[in-house]
Structures are given as C-alpha cells and as structure tokens.
C-alpha cells in the first residue's frame, strides 16, 4: 500500500499502543482522543471481563468507563510497568488493579458526575444485557473479545483504505471472501455488475485478503513490545477465538 | 462459533483471523489443500506402518503431525508423529530427526515420554511414542485450573523428569507448558526432547539446529539461550522451568520488572524465592540442579503445612491425636513419656490416699490419733514410701508434660500428642492437690459421719469433674494457640 493512499491520520496508526496511552495527556483534546481511541477499541474485552467477574450488565458498563477514564489519568497503573512487554496483559492488569480499588470503595460508582462520557448505541445495549452462559473464565473472555476487536480494527482499517481508493463498493461486495465465505453469484456476478473482468475481481479478492492479514499481524505488533512476540501472539489469539 | 453477536459483520471470526496467519493466508485454497496434505500423510502412514490403526489427529505443529494409534500386533495405544512433507529437505534434518529419537530413546523415566520406536525411509520419517491420556499444562493454565497447592503438587514431577534427563546428560532445552502432560491421575509427562543437545556429542551435530533458528520459544527461554542457543547446559532448562512455575501460578510470564508470585496469586511468599532463584539470569547464580528445586518446593509445602491444617476441624476424637494433617503426625515421645509417668505415679498414689484415708478415719475415732504402733508400723513405712515415689513419678511426669508441650508447640503439626502431654503436665498436680483437699478435710471430721461422707464425695466428684474440664479446656486452647501461632512466624 503506498502511505500516500492511506486516510487522513494513519499514521498514528504506525505508533505503539503504548505511545497512545503514555503521549496522551498532554493536552485536554489529546486525552480525549486517546481516551475514545481506546475506548473505541477495547471497551468490549474489558467489559466482557468485568461482566464476567460477575458484575451486572449496568455495574459493569460504569465500571468500564470508569476504567477507561481512570487509565487515562494513570490512576491505578503506578505498579505497572510498561515493559511487560504486551498491552493486552498490561491492560488486563490494570483492569484487575481498578476493579480491586473499586471494590473497596461505593459499589456503584459514576464517574464524571453521573454524566456518559460516551453514548453506546442501541446494539450495544442489547449486547450488555446478554448473560454470561458457559463457563468460560474472564480471562478467556478477555482474550477473546480482545481478538475480535483486533479483528474489527484491522478491518475498518481496510475499508477507509480502500474507500481512500474509491473502493468500497468493491470492497463491500468482497468482504465475505475475507473469511473464505462464497459471494452472491460468485466472481462473475460481482465482475458484471462492477464492470470488471473476472480475473481483475479475483486479484482484487485475493489483494484485499493479503492486505487484511497484514492489518491483522500490524494491529497485533502495536500491542506488542518485541517483534518477536507476534507470531505467539497471533497464535494466542486465534486459539482464543476458538474458546 | 454459530453465535451471531460474536460474527464481525456477519462474518465468522476466525476464518478471517485465518488471513493473518501462514505463508498462504491470503490464499482462499490454503485450507483446502492443508487438509489435502494431511489425507495424503494419514494414507502414507497407513501404507508405511500397516501395524498401525490410525485415530483423530493429535496436534500439527511447524515440524508434522502427530495422530493417536494402535499398534495391532501389541494391542496398545501409541502416539505416531510423522514429519511434515517438506520439512525434511531441510539441510540435515535427517540427523537431526534421528538425534531426538536416540535423544529420547536413552530416557526411561514414568516423567518422560517413552519412545517405543522410530525409523526413517527417505522423505518418511516417524516416531511411536507412548500415548498420554490427559491435557497439556498450556491448557490447564489456559482453563485457570491451577492453584498454587496443584503447582507445587505438579512442578516437583518435573523436577524429578528433568533431573533424570539432565543426569543422562539430555537438556530439554525447550520447556514449557505445551511440553507438559498431565495424565488424568495427575502424573507429569515431559514430550519433545526434539530439541534436546546431547551434552558430549560432537560439536557438528549439536549444530545442525541451524544457525538462524532460534530454538524453543522465546518466552520460555533463558538469557543465554537467547544469545547463543546451541551452548547452554541443562541450568536453560531450570530457567524455563522458573518460568513455567510462574505463568503456573500467576498466568503470565515474567518479563522486565515483574511482580513476585506471592504479590499476583495466594502462593506462599516462600516460593518467590525459589521462582527468583530460577529466573536468576546469570545460570550461575540460578540452581544448579532441577533436584534442588524440588527439594525446596517440598519444604515450602511443609512449612505451608500448618495453614492447611488451621482450615480443618478439630478432630472429633477425644484421643492425643492432635491436628493430623496431610501425613500422619509423629506422636511426641515426652509427651507419651509424660502420660505413662503420671499413670505409674497416680495408681499407687490413689492407693496410698485410701489407706491414709482408713487409717484417719480409724485412728480420728480414738484419740490417740498419732499411736507409736502405727508410726513405727511396717505398714505405714510401707505406705509412706509408696507415697514419696509415686510423688515423685507425678513431678517427673508434670516436668516431661511441660517440655512436651513446649515441643509440641514448636513442630505443629508435624508432631502430635498434646493430649497426652496435657494429661502428664497437670494431672499429676490437680491430682495432688485433690487429694490434698480431701485429706485435710478428712483428717478434721472428728468422726466421720455418713452425711459428711456424703459431702465430701460429691464435693470431690464436682472438683474432679472440673478438673477434667480444665484438662480439656488446657488442650483446646493448646491446639488453638498452636494453629494461630505458626500460621504467623511458625515459632512462638
């Protein structure tokens, strides 16, 4: 991909998750975007392990927000070292820190005065009133929805790429080969209607998957420390999504 | 994965997680023709080894295939591994196959997974090794199944394997929980001596790994395995075994300034030293042997041995049983010494009183109450005598009961028999004391009548009975204060 392609702003995208976090607070407007940044990513993994802690559904959403704003101020991370090496684990220790400070003081805390930092939408909530049902632990839990949200990342990544190339009808009619899925009359259809050749759809299938997984792989490293850690923790990942 | 709120826009998670793993990621077929390859090493076995009953794939990792088996002939389950096509074009991979065979081959170890046979034809390289019916460590840590007491159950079974190969001058060199089995009886297995450098072979074989290659996983691996992987010695595999211990007990891996085990799970903080001495980075300064390892987890276990025993009830039984833990405590040879002194001593002594009690009685209703005949009586030399030595074993057996107790106190629980060193320590005493009471208020009814008989029965059967009481009271709190003492510093 060449970078002068990309979106406005992508190249944040080429720092850490760590110089998100550590270079915010600088300024107010900065750690409010930071703030939604990271909210924006990982509200789910880290709701999904609170909930699953056996907090309700409205207890844990508060307590969600509350971490994220907290994290934010670095309230509860002193202990913490960033050279932990991974984000995630780093963030679920601060999760685990927050929730224990938490638990000692009111129950039901509303930070911010009572007021939503954040407005969730109507599918959000139906997806916080669902009960946990198995027995998978908050870990496992974590871990999953944090693969899922590497996932959804990685993927709007592509579709601002590609509609940064005017692609997005392409793209769009293309994503279920992202998971190998079959396509509404196939190749052919989608070569007709977009007034391509068959062979061009196909490369471009093919292109758009390579690029995803390289989404998916750059998405990991900016949680990761060491270069080294990737393919662990892609492996970790995808074991997780299976759970 | 059919639950639709966890699709990404309708599509499945892992399918497109599948785009950012492997060579062919991009490639829509991969996975068609990764099933096509395995069917093709399922047929070649089953035309190669017509001995062997194939089952369900076991695990497929960079280097093959491993399948669970029968081996018709021996009617016994086996795991058959089969390097992946492909794989052994690799330069001296042969050599290296071989090498973890014989690797394995030399180890015969109930801790180690056996080897029962390997061979080499061409591209077709296996290895049938014993079956092991249970789950890798990574999953029991993944399933957060492990508390520190099943760690310290489990890490001394390593201890023992990894010793025994050490000893035969095998170094794993590639421990971690994937490489761990544990059988559904708890039984530790170590699989994958694949990597294993045969201490004493020539150098040019030890190379074969590759010069690129960094083997093991990197985050199992000691500092100087990450420098130069072909030159460690078994100490890497103490190291990795320290990491081990402490993804066991924290689930995670310690990396920069971590937090000791006891800070991140309920483990005793006794054995941060033992995981700081594993992970010390220079491997001089770590253990020198997997055996010290064990042998420093078990005297935690013991030392942790008073806080189980804290949690469990008293025992029902009345008997100088003690708090048992886990192992049958060792009763405290004082306190036994204590009990039977005071029962040698109080017999005669009781039988003393009863004479001296008569002899009031007889002599009270004359009033020559002190007759020279009595005085210079055989009998009442007799009596007197028995008296003093029966004295004599009681305070005997009150100083022994004393130190009993002080003994018991400081090796809870290890040694039982409070009850009985209570019974030496005091009986003697309130005995005496008993006696006492009722000699002199014997001694001052001019004639005893039957109602003041009467009186003093039941007077002493109450005293007596309160002084069973205290005995009993004097034993729980002993107990008690035995439990709370060394749960704190384990010596008061």
Redesign the interface.
């Known amino acids: 991909m060449n970078p002068s392609t990309d979106p406005p702003g992508a190249s944040r995208f080429h720092t850490t998750r760590w110089s998100v976090v550590f270079a915010a607070g600088s300024s107010p407007a900065d750690s409010r975007e930071a703030l939604e940044e990271l909210f924006g990513t990982y509200w789910r993994p880290v709701f999904s392990f609170i909930r699953r802690r056996g907090n309700a559904a409205d207890e844990a959403r508060d307590l969600t927000q509350g971490f994220f704003t907290s994290f934010l101020e670095r309230k509860g991370v002193e202990g913490l070292d960033p050279s932990r090496g991974r984000f995630r684990a780093y963030l679920l220790a601060a999760v685990k820190n927050f929730l224990s400070v938490e638990k000692e003081r009111a129950r039901a805390i509303k930070r911010g005065g009572g007021a939503q930092l954040f407005s969730l939408s109507v599918a959000d909530h139906a997806e916080l009133a669902i009960e946990p049902a198995d027995t998978r632990t908050p870990e496992s839990d974590y871990e999953r929805h944090w693969a899922l949200a590497l996932l959804r990342q990685a993927l709007e990544r592509l579709r601002s790429e590609q509609a940064a190339k005017g692609r997005s009808e392409l793209f769009e009619r293309l994503k279920p080969t992202l998971a190998d899925e079959a396509i509404d009359g196939g190749y052919a259809a989608v070569a007709a209607e977009l007034e391509l050749t068959t062979v061009a759809v196909k490369v471009a299938a093919h292109r758009l998957k390579k690029r995803y997984g390289e989404l998916i792989v750059e998405e990991v490293a900016r949680t990761l420390e060491l270069p080294q850690e990737i393919d662990d923790e892609l492996n970790l990942l995808f074991e997780a999504l299976g759970g | 994965?059919s639950d639709p709120?966890?699709r990404?826009?309708?599509?499945?998670?892992?399918?497109?997680?599948?785009?950012?793993?492997g060579p062919d990621?991009?490639?829509?077929e991969a996975?068609e023709r990764e099933v096509a390859q395995e069917r093709r090493v399922r047929a070649e076995i089953e035309e190669r080894l017509p001995d062997l009953e194939l089952f369900e794939l076991l695990g497929r990792g960079g280097m093959g295939y491993v399948y669970r088996a029968r081996q018709k002939r021996l009617d016994r389950e086996v795991a058959i591994k089969v390097v992946a096509p492909g794989v052994e074009q690799q330069a001296g991979f042969a050599d290296r196959f071989a090498r973890e065979a014989q690797a394995l081959a030399r180890l015969n170890h109930p801790g180690i997974v056996a080897v029962h046979d390997f061979g080499q034809d061409g591209s077709f390289c296996w290895l049938v090794m014993e079956c092991v019916d249970g789950s890798n460590l990574r999953d029991l840590i993944?399933?957060?199944k492990l508390e520190p007491a099943e760690a310290l159950v489990l890490v001394p079974k390593i201890c023992d394997a990894l010793q025994y190969a050490h000893d035969h001058g095998v170094v794993h060199r590639d421990v971690k929980p994937e490489n761990i089995l544990v059988d559904a009886e708890g039984g530790v297995k170590i699989a994958d001596f694949g990597l294993a450098k045969l201490i004493g072979t020539p150098a040019a074989l030890v190379s074969l790994t590759g010069s690129q290659q960094v083997l093991g996983?990197?985050?199992y691996m000691a500092p100087e395995q990450l420098d130069s992987p072909l030159e460690v010695d078994h100490r890497a595999d103490i190291y990795s075994l320290g990491v081990v211990l402490y993804e066991m007990l924290t689930?995670?891996?310690p990396?920069?300034?971590?937090?000791p085990p006891s800070h991140r799970s309920s483990a005793s903080p006794g054995i941060d030293e033992v995981v700081l001495r594993s992970l010390e980075k220079e491997p001089d300064r770590r253990y020198q042997r997997a055996s010290e390892v064990k042998l420093d987890l078990e005297s935690i276990e013991r030392a942790a041995g008073p806080r189980v025993a804290c949690l469990r009830p008293e025992p029902a039984h009345t008997g100088d049983g003690g708090a048992e833990g886990e192992r049958p405590a060792q009763p405290s040879m004082r306190a036994v010494g204590a009990a039977t002194l005071f029962g040698v001593g109080a017999i005669p002594f009781v039988a003393v009183v009863a004479v001296c009690l008569v002899a009031i009685a007889y002599f009270n209703g004359d009033t020559a109450s002190t007759s020279p005949e009595f005085r210079v009586s055989f009998l009442a030399l007799a009596v007197a005598l028995i008296g003093l030595v029966s004295l004599i074993l009681m305070g005997a057996g009150s100083v022994l009961g004393f130190r009993a107790l002080g003994e018991i106190r400081r090796a809870w629980p290890r040694v039982s028999g409070a009850g009985s060193a209570i019974v030496g320590a005091w009986a003697g005493i309130l005995l005496v004391a008993t006696t006492g009471f009722v000699v002199v208020t014997w001694s001052f009814l001019v004639v005893p009548g039957e109602a003041e008989t009467t009186t003093l029965v039941v007077t002493t059967s109450l005293l007596l009975t309160c002084e069973v009481a205290f005995l009993l009271a004097q034993r729980r709190r002993f107990l008690e204060r035995c439990a709370t003492g060394s749960g704190h510093s384990g010596f008061s």
């Open positions: 994965m709120r966890e990404i826009e309708g599509l499945e998670p892992r399918q497109l997680f599948r785009a950012a793993l990621a991009g490639d829509p996975a993944r399933a957060g996983t990197f985050r689930g995670e891996i990396m920069g300034r971590f937090d």
